[in-house]
T-cell receptor, first 110, second 117 residues
Framework: DAKTTQPTSMDCAEGRAANLPCNHS???????VYWYRQIHSQGPQYIIHGLKNNETNEMASLIITEDRKSSTLILPHATLRDTAVYYC???????????FGTGTSLTVIP | GAVVSQHPSWVICKSGTSVKIECRSLDFQATTMFWYRQFPKQSLMLMAT?????????EQGVEKDKFLINHASLTLSTLTVTSAHPEDSSFYIC?????????????FGSGTRLTVV
């Protein structure tokens, strides 16, 4: 079962930062936080993941709170192509399945 | 990066017939693959875990005799929807992990849209 809660939907102005929150209050010490996104009628696309330190890559930044009970995905300069459903998932690093929650539908507005 | 290919991307079949969907890891080996189903405006639901050389593990509520999974090689898993009915119409997605890579998530295929008429 999914162990995360996310807002159902969010809007963001094009060019602005999009901050997508995720609550995972029951996360275990060996569970990572993963973020994927799904553009309509496509398979999910990997964005970023982390354990306890903040992470940044070419797509986004991941901020994990010190108690690890929540995290925020940041898209620094949202474009129209970032309109998608964003999923936050927690799981053990190796071997375990991904269970998807309901995700956040992000709409980037021109 | 790791690529997972699904075939076909869409299929229409008549009620009562069977449909096979293929999932291939193109540039890596995967002893484990996963099959998901997604209905319109809903999230992905894990159906089963496909294990190379052994039986698949199905999630609770998924009929193993209806959704046959075969993982005969390290790069190919197939899902066969047997005796398909209109309620089986859905978006089916597979995923796999490059076990030779460092800690990373799973790569997903582009999905197969099944329509049963």
């Amino acid at each position: 079962d999914a162990k995360t809660t996310q807002p159902t939907s969010m809007d963001c102005a094009e060019g602005r930062a999009a901050n997508l929150p995720c609550n995972h209050s029951t996360i275990s010490g060996n569970e990572y936080v993963y973020w994927y996104r799904q553009i309509h009628s496509q398979g999910p696309q990997y964005i970023i993941h982390g354990l306890k330190n903040n992470e940044t890559n070419e797509m986004a930044s991941l901020i994990i709170t010190e108690d690890r009970k929540s995290s925020t995905l940041i898209l620094p300069h949202a474009t129209l192509r970032d309109t998608a459903v964003y999923y936050c998932i927690v799981r053990v690093a190796v071997g375990n399945q991904f269970y998807f929650g309901t995700g956040t539908s992000l709409t980037v507005i021109p | 990066g790791a690529v997972v290919s699904q075939h076909p991307s869409w299929v229409i079949c008549k009620s009562g017939t069977s449909v096979k969907i293929e999932c291939r890891s193109l540039d890596f080996q995967a002893t484990t693959m996963f099959w998901y189903r997604q209905f319109p405006k809903q999230s992905l639901m894990l159906m089963a875990t496909s294990n190379e050389g052994s039986k698949a593990t199905y999630e609770q509520g998924v009929e193993k005799d209806k959704f046959l999974i075969n993982h005969a090689s390290l790069t190919l898993s197939t899902l066969t929807v047997t005796s398909a009915h209109p309620e089986d119409s859905s978006f089916y997605i597979c995923s796999a992990r490059d076990e030779g890579a460092t800690s990373y998530g799973y790569t997903f295929g582009s999905g197969t849209r099944l329509t049963v008429v």
